[in-house]
C-alpha cells in the first residue's frame, strides 16, 4: 500500500473517532459509510469520464468533505430555520451515493436489476445534460 492509502486510513479513523465523541447523528454515520464505501469502489472501478482512479478518487474525497460541511452548516442552522434541514439534505445525499455505489457496481459487472439500470441511465442522462447548459450558458457569458 503507498502512503496515500494509508494516510486514508488514518484519516478516517479519525473522523469515526470524532464522530463518536461528537454524538453524531445516525444519518450522518450511514452517509459518511455509504461515502466509504463509495470511496472504495472508485479506485476498484475505472471512470467513465476517463480519468486516472487516483484524481476521480480524491476529487470524490473533496466532495464529500464539503457535502459533510454542508450538513454540519444546515446542522448548525436549523433553530433559526425552523425544519431539520440538515436530515432531509442528508437523506438526499444518501441517495446519491447509492446512485453512485450502484453504477460503480453496475462498472464492476455486478447485475443490476433493468429497472435499476434505466434509472441510471435517465439520471445520468439528465445529468450529462445539465452539465452542458451550464457550460453553454458559462461560455456565453465570459463571450459577453
Not at 476498484?44 to 454542508?70: D, E, I, K, N, V
Not at 455505489?101 to 441511465?121: D, H, W
Not at 445520468?124 to 456565453?140: K, M
Amino acid at each position: 500500500m503507498n502512503g496515500r492509502h494509508w494516510w486514508s486510513i488514518v484519516v478516517s479513523t479519525i473522523i469515526a473517532a470524532w464522530a463518536l465523541a461528537m454524538q453524531i447523528p445516525a444519518i450522518v454515520l450511514i452517509l459518511i459509510a455509504l461515502m466509504a464505501i463509495n470511496a472504495i469502489l472508485t479506485l476498484l472501478a475505472p471512470s467513465p469520464q476517463h480519468r486516472s482512479r487516483c484524481t476521480t478518487f480524491w476529487m470524490g474525497l473533496m466532495r464529500m468533505a464539503a457535502t459533510l460541511l454542508l450538513l454540519a452548516a444546515l446542522s448548525a442552522s436549523e433553530s433559526v430555520l425552523g425544519f431539520d434541514a440538515m436530515d432531509y439534505s442528508a437523506v438526499f445525499f444518501m441517495i446519491h451515493e447509492l446512485l453512485s455505489i450502484t453504477e460503480k457496481a453496475a462498472i464492476l459487472g455486478v447485475p443490476i436489476p433493468a429497472r435499476v439500470r434505466q434509472v441510471l441511465i435517465t439520471l445520468r442522462e439528465e445529468h450529462n445534460e445539465q452539465q452542458d447548459r451550464a457550460e453553454a450558458q458559462s461560455n456565453t457569458e465570459a463571450s459577453r
